[in-house]
């Protein structure tokens, strides 16, 4: 149908989209054309020494210790928060999501194959609750630098939000979706169960937001290349580890979703060919030899 390879089509700009922003807009140079710096630049964190000889000084500068934290203590366990709030959002994202997006499509038979998928998408979700308390409280203790204008929490709150709705679209489709099924074993419903329009709403807004967490972790990147926590080294380090593991996942998704919605558009259109047929046949079909009076005759005859 025209509108499943537009809706197709649509999904397969926003993914291709996520992943060529990774190596472009958000991690491009890190002013603004102006020479001043970007939102949420933490300014004196001497970010932009050299680290390439081993001589330049770390990023984690006395600015980063006092001026914000007060005490290195308290800094190294900011830097430590950074990094589980990172890995954890990456995984969420990167790897749980689109997996288990994944696991649906593929054509497998199993009840379990659903409740894997719901199990782990919850799962999943909890933990990137976790991950947003996590930036929030960095975002609030460093506050006084504008890290708050900075798109990267803004949107990560925005996902934050969003998702919690995805599990209840999920569970009303799938209500839906079992009670069709039931009539239309019993004879009430002609029509097979097909997709819900809470359905279309639970896998559409899901695409959405597995595009829009990756887009956010190459904004998270780009933040803490401007922060004390990180070296240019080790910022350039973490985009190419991001940006290869986003894309191949990115591009394993669009394959495997692409050949299910073309499979199942396949399936849809022979089955209504099948419909058309069947009716045409019930109208003005002419018999067939077995059911003519002359076969008829010939199997009483040698029968």
């Known amino acids: 149908m025209p509108q499943n390879k537009l809706f197709l089509l649509f999904a397969n700009t926003l993914l291709t989209s996520a992943v060529s922003a990774q190596f472009t807009g958000w991690w491009g140079d890190s002013d603004n054309g102006d020479g001043s710096d970007p939102p949420g630049s933490w300014g004196g964190s001497g970010n932009s020494n050299n680290d390439g000889d081993g001589t330049g000084s770390s990023s984690?500068?006395?600015?980063g210790q006092d001026s914000v934290f007060g005490s290195s203590t308290a800094f190294n366990r900011a830097g430590r928060i950074l990094i589980g709030h990172a890995v954890l959002a990456s995984l969420v994202w990167v790897i749980f999501i689109p997996s288990l997006a994944i696991l649906l499509r593929l054509d497998l038979k199993s009840p379990m194959v659903?409740?894997?998928h719901a199990v782990?998408?919850?799962?999943?979700?909890?933990?990137?609750?976790?991950?947003?308390?996590m930036g929030i409280w960095l975002a609030?203790?460093?506050?006084?630098?504008?890290?708050?204008?900075?798109?990267?929490?803004?949107?990560?709150?925005?996902?934050?939000?969003?998702?919690?709705?995805?599990?209840?679209?999920?569970?009303?489709?799938?209500?839906?979706?079992?009670?069709?099924?039931?009539?239309?074993?019993?004879?009430?419903?002609?029509?097979?169960?097909?997709?819900?329009?809470?359905?279309?709403?639970?896998?559409?807004?899901?695409?959405?937001?597995?595009?829009?967490?990756?887009?956010?972790?190459?904004?998270?990147?780009?933040?803490?290349?401007?922060?004390?926590?990180?070296t240019n080294k080790t910022s350039n380090k973490v985009r190419i580890a991001y940006g290869v593991v986003a894309g191949v996942i990115a591009l394993l998704y669009l394959i495997i979703v692409s050949v299910f919605e073309a499979r199942r558009m396949r399936h849809q259109n022979e089955r209504r060919q099948q419909h058309v047929d069947k009716s045409t046949a019930t109208t003005d079909r002419l018999p067939t030899y077995e059911q003519s009076e002359e076969s008829l005759g010939s199997n009483r005859r040698y029968g």
């Open 114 to 116: 659903l409740r894997i």
């Open 60 to 63: 984690t500068g006395q600015f």
């Open 140 to 230: 609030q203790q460093s506050s006084a630098f504008g890290v708050w204008n900075d798109p990267h929490p803004r949107l990560g709150l925005a996902i934050l939000a969003m998702g919690l709705f995805q599990p209840v679209f999920g569970a009303i489709h799938h209500s839906i979706y079992k009670k069709r099924a039931l009539n239309a074993q019993a004879g009430r419903q002609p029509k097979a169960p097909g997709r819900t329009w809470v359905g279309r709403v639970h896998l559409w807004l899901g695409r959405l937001l597995l595009c829009l967490g990756v887009i956010n972790g190459g904004l998270g990147i780009r933040l803490a290349s401007h922060s004390p926590f990180q």
């Open 120 to 133: 782990g998408q919850i799962v999943s979700y909890i933990i990137y609750i976790g991950a947003a308390g």
